[in-house]
């Protein structure tokens, strides 16, 4: 009988050293090549004009500065607006939208998941259907939908149509069917809980996995929304609208507009990191036995 490999009194998977140290030089591989774009972004942020359309550029920064976060600064305060009210647009529709986003999708999974009713399976049917159309496909029939409510030119015409996004919808309900077992809804039930107090004491922390993934992706997105086609005034506009305008400015805007990029990307990629983590210690949890 083979010796079972011990690491800090604990079982081990039954590799080889060698089978170990080739998986870790292949994740390395791949975690560089991730992470390589990143850094790229950042060595361009921090390298003057002259470097940064060097040709072929450079993987560093030979005279490194700060001057183009200077620069930025300086633009900041010369926009049309104050930039600080693109950054709140920014984090307002990101948190309002990620958040509504969780709710709604997660309080219509437990229902198409875990109530039963007369035609949940036609809905479900019809949202999976919806999966299927591109943003552009049904651009002309939500610009219609958003003038009839008169949200045009405000946060809700980007807020709403997260909101009711079904792809969180679907990751969602399927989650809740595979990981929920019936029995513990139920005897919640005979203890005289109620159907909300049942979704949010004990449906919610049971897929946390999921609506931990589902944020990331939902703040994601709306992190990244540009100029939208429901958006006219300039108080309304995003961080990353600004970014665009910055970047037309042409050559010397370069060093502004690599710098406005790195701290654009550097809220949604922190929010991941944290809520990775976190997904992480949730999935090696989520098979333990009592």
Request: charge should be positive; avoid cysteine; hydrophobic fraction near 50%.
């Amino acid at each position: 009988m083979s010796k079972l490999r011990t690491r800090g009194h604990k079982v081990i998977l039954a590799r080889s050293a060698g089978g170990d140290a080739g998986i870790t030089v292949i994740l390395f591989l791949l975690g560089a090549f991730m992470f390589f774009p990143m850094y790229f972004n950042i060595m361009q942020s921090l390298k003057p004009l002259d470097e940064l359309f060097r040709q072929p550029p450079r993987l560093y920064a030979v005279h490194p500065t700060f001057s183009n976060y200077k620069d930025l600064f300086i633009l900041m305060n010369t926009s049309w607006v104050p930039f600080s009210r693109y950054i709140f647009n920014t984090v307002y529709i990101s948190v309002v939208g990620t958040f509504g986003h969780l709710m709604l999708a997660s309080v219509a999974a437990y229902a198409l998941a875990k109530i039963k009713f007369p035609g949940r399976n036609l809905i479900f049917m019809t949202i999976r259907t919806s999966l299927m159309f591109n943003a552009t496909v049904t651009a002309i029939t939500s610009f219609l939908i958003m003038s009839a409510f008169h949200w045009l030119d405000s946060y809700w015409a980007i807020v709403v149509p997260q909101w009711g996004a079904t792809l969180g919808l679907y990751l969602m309900k399927n989650f809740m069917e595979e990981n929920i077992q019936d029995g513990i809804l139920e005897s919640a039930r005979l203890d005289g809980a109620s159907e909300f107090r049942i979704y949010w004491e004990i449906a919610m922390p049971m897929v946390k996995p999921a609506w931990l993934t589902l944020v990331i992706y939902s703040f994601k997105d709306m992190w990244n929304q540009g100029s939208s086609t429901y958006i006219f005034s300039e108080q309304y506009k995003t961080f990353n609208y600004a970014i665009s305008q910055i970047a037309a400015g042409g050559i010397i805007r370069a060093g502004a507009s690599a710098a406005a990029t790195v701290i654009g990307m550097a809220v949604p990629i922190l929010v991941f990191v944290i809520n990775q983590a976190q997904v992480i210690e949730t999935m090696g949890s989520s098979g333990m036995k009592d």
